[in-house]
């Protein structure tokens, strides 16, 4: 077994949401959610996605980062309708030194604004502290896309810094990176905050998260 890996798959469960381990089968639902919505999707990521075999790439590749040892992918399910609406992991992960990201999220435009993302990144965060005692979390996005920073420091992290040209897409821009954290001595203050958004909303009512 890899240092940073998990012995065995697992699932993170909410009230609206469950993460469960990302696989194969997912690809296919995944694709036919996402392929009227692709520009809107995924213009901020630096991987081509359009068509069905990009999707299979793709999933390719973050079930070998999960193998080494670096990446937790998982399928958001929306658990009322026993849904896939999207994609989660963590990933970069350095257990040893007590660190990971969480990235490569989205969500299909029905289930935005919606409490599915702000739940999910609840789970995530949790289990990140709790479990695996990270001492920190990191989060990064496009320094163009404004909507994912305000979505970020909502969820009570603190911007960093940018690193410059630090991507190259895959239509050759080259993409500067805004880097935030939460660090496991503000997690309560995060947690208690999040527990109480969620706590008083329902899965249609709860207002913009992303």
């Avoid at 079930?63 to 309708?81: K, Q």
């Avoid at 991507?167 to 999040?194: C, H, T």
């Amino acid at each position: 077994m890899q240092e940073n890996l998990p012995h065995q798959p697992f699932t993170l469960e909410g009230r609206h949401v469950r993460l469960e381990p990302l696989a194969r089968e997912h690809v296919g639902p995944l694709w036919e959610l996402a392929k009227d919505h692709l520009d809107e999707l995924f213009q901020w990521i630096p991987y081509r996605f359009q068509s069905l075999a990009d999707f299979q790439d793709f999933n390719r590749m973050v079930l070998e980062e999960y193998r080494r040892g670096i990446s937790v992918p998982f399928a958001t399910v929306v658990r009322r309708e026993e849904r896939v609406v999207g994609t989660t992991r963590f990933m970069n992960m350095d257990l040893v030194n007590r660190k990971l990201e969480i990235g490569s999220t989205w969500v299909a435009p029905r289930w935005q604004h919606t409490s599915v993302n702000t739940e999910a990144k609840y789970l995530m965060l949790r289990h990140a502290f709790e479990a695996w005692k990270c001492l920190r979390v990191e989060l990064k996005t496009d320094a163009l896309n404004e909507r994912s920073r305000r979505a970020i420091l909502r969820l009570g992290a603190k911007e960093e810094g940018t690193l410059r040209k630090h991507m190259v897409s895959w239509n050759g821009r080259q993409r500067d990176s805004v880097y935030f954290s939460i660090l496991d001595s503000e997690w309560p203050q995060v947690k208690a905050r999040l527990e109480s958004k969620l706590g008083a909303s329902d899965l249609e009512t709860l207002p913009p998260s992303s």
